[in-house]
């Protein structure tokens, strides 16, 4: 069965400094990866997505994540958080042949001055 | 830029009531899906919808449960008799196109929810 990991509850950092939330996967074949950000009251927004092709991919709001095969891994990272990157973070899945996408159980990020 | 709208934000209801939670899906979009997260759960799918029809469904979207394009542009989600255990995020969906048949799995862009609480 697919499964979707975000070992990372909760996660602290400075203004500036570097953000990585980690997602793991498990699932045969490659999956369709997204992730997701919740700002309070908001909804869900798409900040990127994995399909094929290069495995890094940029987001919006300066994101990229990069998909290592090996290690059914879709990293999300930023080189320089900002206070307004705090909000919760969704790493989810869909494979081909399924409607629906499977979501880890988020990362909240904390950022401080 | 086109988004997903829900009403209403916050519904609060007895145990054993009717709800329905509405959504106003992108315009352009052929596919429509609802998601549910109980609070410190994982976002969990529920419905989805296609066609005036349910093109699949989990195991959580029992009989309580039915969903509705009434006309052009909302898409609704009833619970018949709401239990406390309904209580959570409720997050309508809608994408272009979907993964079923083989096709490339096409994006689902998230209204912000509505969050039902059930007493």
């Known amino acids: 069965a697919q499964s979707v990991t975000q070992p990372d509850i909760h996660i602290t950092v400075s203004e500036g400094a570097s953000l990585e939330l980690r997602c793991n996967y498990s699932?045969?074949?490659?999956?369709?990866l997204f992730w997701y950000v919740q700002s309070p009251g908001q909804g869900l927004q798409l900040l990127l997505k994995?399909?094929?092709?290069?495995?890094l991919v940029q987001g919006i709001k300066g994101f990229e994540a990069e998909f290592k095969r090996s290690q059914s891994s879709f990293n999300l990272r930023k080189p320089s958080v900002h206070w307004s990157d705090a909000a919760e973070y969704f790493c989810a899945v869909g494979i081909t042949g399924a409607n629906n996408l499977f979501f880890g159980t988020g990362t909240r990020l904390t950022v401080i001055p | 830029e086109p988004e997903v709208t829900q009403t209403p934000s916050h519904q609060v209801t007895q145990m054993g009531q009717e709800v329905i939670l509405r959504c106003v899906p992108i315009?352009?979009?052929?596919?429509f899906y609802w998601y549910r997260q109980i609070l410190g759960q994982k976002v969990e799918f529920l419905v989805s919808?296609?066609?005036?029809?349910?093109?699949?469904k989990s195991e959580i979207f029992d009989d309580q449960f039915s969903v509705e394009r009434p006309d052009g542009s909302n898409f609704t989600l009833k619970i018949r008799s709401t239990k406390l255990e309904d209580s959570a995020m409720y997050f309508c969906?809608?994408?272009?196109?979907?993964?079923?048949?083989?096709?490339?799995?096409?994006?689902?862009?998230f209204g912000p929810g509505t969050r039902l609480t059930v007493l």
């Open positions: 919808f296609y066609n005036n029809e349910i093109s699949e």
């Open positions: 699932y045969g074949a490659t999956p369709y």
């Open positions: 315009s352009n979009h052929l596919y």
């Open positions: 994995y399909f094929s092709g290069d495995t």
């Open positions: 969906a809608s994408s272009l196109g979907d993964a079923l048949w083989g096709q490339i799995f096409d994006t689902q862009y």
